[in-house]
Structure formats: structure tokens, C-alpha cells
């Protein structure tokens, strides 16, 4: 606020120490326009001197060290932070910023929480309102701050992370143990990884170290993604040998990577048996005859069916042609019509066109939780044909029957138009 008053002082340059103002050095001359000088007076049987310097943070606990009331030094005096609407989820950074500063690690989702901590000293608001923009910012006082209007009786609290130790990891955002995002410790804070360069060997790392099958992880990204921890993790590039993930040739550079892209695993159970097969290979299992049965591909060296949810003939007819069955003609089955298969489920929603030369080209889900073996799905295919051959078919006898002839090795009919004994 601007009043008709003139200004006596500029340039004021005080210790602290000084018991008046004009004890303080100032310069009293040449002021042409300067704007006014405001402060914020705390009472004093709030504000009292702490053992604390300027920038400080600390949690006044409820469950241990990194639990509790947010306490933020300014001027060497403790404050609490009003708890209002730059610390909701919005504004995660002020939480990942005020626990970074603590020197905690960090959960994954935002923790901040409102309560007024009637149980604790009572402390005045802290003169500012924080926006941060980063959540890699040293400090709350670095952020944008501007000045308070606190409407609420609730201070800050927050849920800062347990403590971890370099090169540990975990897998979170699904709610289930062998699905989620891979999170890993790296100086004593929790990240993510980035999965441009996440591969199903990066996957077997992972599961390996976690305690599950190295065989049948699959490497997954934008499924169990949003984490708002900072990527640990660049250019990921495992050999298979490692026995922790941080093992792998990495990069830990600061790369532009979405969060979208946070790399997630899909890890199988000890029970999951691994195979010489290669990836994408298609098999018949269950049928009488070769050219029927349950639908299994192999996926990183381990053998699973594929759920039905979807499953149609332009599918199937892929499945055949993969196999060197014909192309068109198969017949699908369901609800483990062929028997249950005992290894994963590795796809559902699989989508196939007839542009698609293998399955694993097609579109499909891995999400196949609501997948069990009494919807594996199967086909029937119709053998193969060498170009030019021709046989007659139908119910008569073996010397009599319609025409059909093998084109691009499918059987095919003959038009009648035209149709001589010759």
C-alpha cells in the first residue's frame, strides 16, 4: 500500500543485533522513488528463537523420523505451513521437495495430509504460501513463494519414505507383488527407470532379484506408470547374467523421459518352467491331431497360453498360417476346450488382422489378471496344400466329390461355369 508519506531511508543494512532501526547503516539522500518497506511480526509467545538456521526443515513426528507435522526455519525461528491449496495432489513437488530436503527417500504417490496437531507445541504460519515446480528443488525457500492468507486450521503434514538401501527395488502402482512399476534405491532415494530402453532381459533382472522366475517376465510401459519419483535410471542394457538390476550397463544421466514412461514388469512365479523356445513361437497343445489344440506362444524363454477374451477366427487363422496350416478356414474354441494349460496367460485382447504374419505382431494386452487357464483359448486349422495339387471332397466315395485345388496353399473350389467333361 502506497501512503502520502515521504521516504526517510533506503538502503538499510541491518545485523540483527541492533535494538533500533536507525542503528541500522541506511542511506537518508537522493531517493527518487523507492517502493515501501512491509514486514510480518509474529507474537512473541509463538515465535521463539529455535536452535535452527535459516531454511531448516524438520518433521515433528507421529510414527518415526519421516512422519509428522512440516516445520520450515525462517529467520531462526521454527514455523508451521498452513495446509491449504498449493498442498493438494496437484502440487506433489512442495511434498517431494520439503522430504528431499529432510534427506528422506520418497514414496511414490503424494503424502501430504491435513491435520492440526493439537497434541503437539503450537507454532505460528509461516509468512508464505510455496509453489514448487520441480521436485528435484533443493529447498522450499527456493520455490515460488507468495505471501499467505491461510483460511485453514490445519497444518502440513507429510509421509516422507522408509529408508533404502542403494541398489534395492521393488515393484508398485499395481497393488499385486509380481506386477508394477520397477522402482529402485539409488543413494538412499527411491526412483523409477526409464523404459525406452527396457527389454524382457531387463525384466528377468528384475524378477530374478526379486525373488520370482527369471522366465516369462515381460517388460511393460505406460501400464502402471504416473510415479512422481524422479528417474534413477537411464538407457537400460541388461545382459541376463546380472544378479541386480543395477548391475546392468546403465546411464544415470538426466534424459528427457516422460513419466508415462516409467518402466513396469510382469514377473511369473517360481513354478513358471523355463524352454529353449524363441520369442513369438506358437505351438498346438491338448489336440487329437496336430493341426488342433491350446493356443501357447513362448515369451522370454517360458512356454503360456492366451486368454479368449476376443479371441475370433481372424486371430486363429493367424495362429495356422504361423504354423503353416492354411491361412483361412479355422475354427476357434474356447473356455480350455483343449485342456488347461499350467504356465502363464500371457496375452488377452489379442487382435489379429490378415495383414499380421505372427501373433506376437498383432495387437494384444498383457494385462491378464482376469485370465485364468479355464479361458484359454484354442483353434482348429486346416492342413496345408502344395500349389496345384487337387483332390475331391465330399461324402460319395473316394472317385467321385467336388473339385478343389491348392492356390497359394489353400484348397480352393472350381466355378462351374463353363464346366466340361473334358
Known amino acids: ?28 539522500h ?31 513426528g507421529e510414527n518415526g523420523p519421516s512422519t509428522g507435522r512440516l516445520e520450515l526455519c525462517y529467520n531462526n525461528a521454527w514455523f508451521a505451513l498452513c495446509y491449504d491449496y498449493p498442498w493438494g495432489n496437484s502440487y506433489y513437488k512442495n511434498v517431494y ?32 504460501e510455496y509453489s514448487c515446480s520441480s521436485s528435484t528443488t ?11 492468507s491461510c483460511s485453514s486450521v490445519y497444518s502440513v503434514g507429510v509421509e516422507c519414505g522408509d529408508i533404502c538401501h542403494n541398489g534395492e527395488i521393488r515393484l508398485a502402482g499395481s497393488g499385486y507383488d509380481r506386477f508394477g512399476r520397477v522402482e529402485v534405491c539409488i543413494n538412499g532415494t527411491w526412483g523409477t527407470i ?63 523421459c516422460y513419466y508415462s514412461h516409467d518402466a513396469s514388469v510382469i514377473c511369473q512365479d517360481n513354478l513358471t518352467v523355463g524352454s529353449s523356445c524363441g520369442d513369438g513361437e506358437i505351438r498346438l497343445v491338448g489336440g487329437i491331431a496336430a493341426t488342433e489344440g491350446r493356443v501357447e506362444i513362448c515369451i522370454n524363454r517360458a512356454w503360456g497360453s492366451i486368454c479368449q477374451s476376443s479371441w475370433s477366427t481372424s486371430d486363429s487363422n493367424v495362429v495356422c498360417s504361423q504354423l503353416g496350416y492354411q491361412p483361412t478356414g479355422s475354427m476357434v474354441f474356447n473356455y480350455g476346450y483343449f485342456g488347461f494349460g499350467n504356465g502363464p496367460v500371457f496375452m488377452t ?40 495339387d487337387v483332390r475331391l471332397s465330399g461324402p460319395s466315395s473316394a472317385f ?23
Open 30 to 60: 537522493g531517493i527518487s522513488y523507492c517502493n515501501d518497506a512491509s514486514v510480518i511480526c509474529q507474537e512473541v509467545s509463538l515465535a521463539k528463537a529455535g536452535n535452527c538456521s535459516h531454511g531448516d526443515s524438520r518433521v515433528n
Open 1 to 28: 500500500t502506497t501512503y502520502n508519506l515521504p521516504v526517510h531511508i533506503s538502503d538499510v543494512n541491518c545485523t540483527g543485533s541492533e535494538e533500533d532501526l536507525l542503528q541500522c547503516s541506511y542511506n537518508e
Open 194 to 256: 526409464c523404459s525406452d530402453y527396457m527389454d524382457n532381459t531387463g525384466a528377468s533382472v528384475v524378477c530374478r532379484q526379486l525373488g520370482y522366475s527369471e522366465y516369462g517376465a515381460i517388460a511393460v510401459t505406460g501400464v502402471y506408470a504416473e510415479s512422481k519419483l524422479p528417474f534413477h535410471i537411464y538407457y537400460l542394457n541388461c545382459t541376463g547374467m546380472e544378479q541386480k538390476l543395477v548391475e546392468c550397463p546403465h546411464d544415470s544421466l538426466n534424459y528427457n
Open 400 to 422: 467321385a466329390g467336388r473339385v478343389e485345388i491348392c492356390i497359394e496353399q489353400t484348397w480352393t473350389t472350381v466355378c462351374d461355369q463353363f464346366w466340361e467333361i473334358e
Open 349 to 388: 485382447n489379442v487382435y489379429c488382422d490378415e495383414t499380421k504374419t505372427t501373433v506376437l505382431d498383432c495387437g494384444y494386452k498383457t494385462n491378464t489378471l482376469s485370465c485364468g487357464h479355464a479361458m484359454d483359448a484354442g483353434v482348429a486349422c486346416l492342413d496345408s496344400c502344395k500349389d496345384g
Open 97 to 128: 521437495v520439503s522430504c528431499n530436503g529432510l534427506g528422506l527417500p520418497l514414496r511414490s504417490e503424494p503424502m501430504s495430509y491435513a491435520k492440526t496437531f493439537e497434541e503437539l507445541p503450537q507454532l505460528p504460519w509461516s509468512p508464505f
Open 138 to 148: 533443493a529447498s522450499l525457500l527456493d520455490c515460488h513463494l507468495s505471501k499467505e
